[in-house]
């Protein structure tokens, strides 16, 4: 019913930069929020970054001040830069999205992943 579509993953020098892209299709009504997670092998998922339709963003605290989370008008498409990237920063990274689907009923949607891996 509701797709996820990631693009921009790929491999990069530390210090360098990506721009990760996710966009929301199908079946859906609103879209209370979107994100980022990330998994690194034999780690937990963890939250990146996330920005509610409101506006309101949060980070996670290795990530501030490096990475920007954004999104179109539509609210249905949603934006990581990141700069500055870490060895530490390797990971597949996933889209989430956090909306009303069929019954207006509120879940949770996760793309595929992508993968993110920053070495020299």
């Known amino acids: 019913q509701v797709q996820l579509v990631e693009s921009g993953g790929g491999l990069v020098q530390p210090g360098g930069s990506l721009r990760l892209s996710c966009a929301a299709s199908g079946s859906y009504f609103e879209i209370e929020a979107m994100g980022w997670y990330r998994q690194a092998p034999g780690k937990q998922r963890e939250l990146v970054a996330r920005i509610a339709s409101g506006g309101s963003t949060n980070y996670a605290d290795s990530v501030k001040g490096r990475f920007t989370i954004s999104r179109d008008n539509a609210n249905d498409r949603v934006f990581l830069q990141m700069n500055s990237l870490k060895p530490e920063d390797t990971a597949v990274y996933y889209c989430?999205?956090?909306?009303?689907?069929?019954?207006?009923?509120?879940?949770?949607?996760w793309g595929q992943g992508t993968q993110v891996t920053v070495s020299s």
């Open positions: 989430n999205a956090d909306l009303y689907g069929a019954g207006y009923i509120r879940d949770d949607y």
